[in-house]
DNA sequence: GTGTCCTGGTGCAAAGATGCACTCATGAAC
DNA sequence: GTTCATGAGTGCATCTTTGCACCAGGACAC
């Protein structure tokens, strides 16, 4: 799905991969303030200059590259499309932005355990789920109007990320059946419990 | 022993000698003329151009670097060092030179079955070992002077690749010893069997 | 013959990795 | 308070890798 046609970016995308991953690990390890730049460059065999080249900080590499949307996506979203149904749409677009930053499962939850054990992490995350937030709360609005508050917008994005969340954790209980499945099961049992 | 202080070193040589392990492997699995420098590259996760700019040619990957004298250790060499005794004097400078063109045993052993397989190879090593015996003779000549004859030169050369060659099969056969004293050991027998 | 692959090999420009010499902030030692 | 050490982060020159267009020669079809 990713770009992985030409060396050049298989490699790129193996190396910023191997970067978190350790930094993942020494974090886990030791502690977020307990490992330097030089240590996670050693543990993942490049040069202390190239960890820099493929992140903007020390936190950055713990947290991975800084989702942004695809503006083309955005564009469709904001037109009112794919589908036309607002939640169906956002569900798209959310599993898209999940699906390309969380490719391996493992890590995905080994960065969970990270982020949550360094509150300084844990702050750095939670502004950027602020940022990602009030740029999908415009596009809402964007797309239904003005008239769709943007709290009622903010509300739509923090149970977007919930509903992802509960699946994510049946899918940790009951690791056989699709994801796709556990997430319509949280969806059905969201709507069951707010009927 | 080598320059593998810096990282830029260490990839370099790691990548050469990748490249030299896939060549012969390939050449072993399917003989030398049964890939092609894409299979090669493919196999050492490097491009094609890569390749190319690190060896000179398909055979050479195989064969390994041409092996050069080190222009200090020649100096001294010429000049009648460094002990004085040209026999020990030679089996000194031949086996740095073996020592760092053969620092993994397998794939010196594996290197010697391909080439052995390829008359190609085969050729073009025995070129390489006229050239540079003749490099040596001119060597000695210069340090024993012209009344060393050309041929006793030549005679010399072959006899230190002799006893090494022994020794090398010596040292398969009985691993647990370090290689001097198999070496050693076949410089006595040599020194017996002539006497 | 003549075209057409296939493969070895080269030139070149762009992208990526590295080493190194900085700066800046922080915190401990004195 | 000053010094000193440590570690984050940057700028830049240099080396390395890559992609791509290209050429040359051999095999093979027609």
């Known amino acids: ?5 030409n060396r050049r970016e298989t490699k790129r995308h193996q190396t910023a991969l ?30 202390r200059r190239t960890v820099f080249n493929y992140f903007d900080g020390k936190a950055d590499v713990v947290l991975g590259p800084v989702v942004e949307l695809d503006p083309e996506r955005v564009a469709v ?7 036309g149904d607002l939640l169906s749409d ?15 499962k493992d890590m995905a939850a080994a960065g969970r355990r990270a982020v949550l054990g360094d509150p300084r992490l844990l702050g750095l995350a939670h502004q950027r789920f602020e940022d990602v937030t009030a740029e999908f709360v415009e596009h809402v609005r964007q797309r239904d109007g003005d008239d769709f508050s943007p709290d009622r917008a903010r509300l739509l994005s923090r149970l977007v990320v919930t509903l992802f969340d509960n ?7 009951e690791p056989g059946r699709p994801f796709a499945e556990h997430f319509d099961a949280a969806v059905r049992d969201a709507r069951d419990v707010l009927a």
């Open 167 to 173: 699946a994510a954790e049946r899918a940790e209980a």
């Open 1 to 5: 799905m990713n770009q992985l046609c």
């Open 90 to 104: 956002v569900l798209t677009m959310a599993a898209d932005v999940i699906e390309e930053h969380t490719s391996d």
């Open 18 to 47: 191997r970067l978190q991953q350790c930094a993942i690990a020494l974090t886990l390890d030791r502690g977020f303030d307990s490992w330097t730049i030089d240590d996670l460059a050693a543990a993942a065999d490049v040069s």
């Open 77 to 83: 979203f904001v037109a009112g499309g794919p589908s």
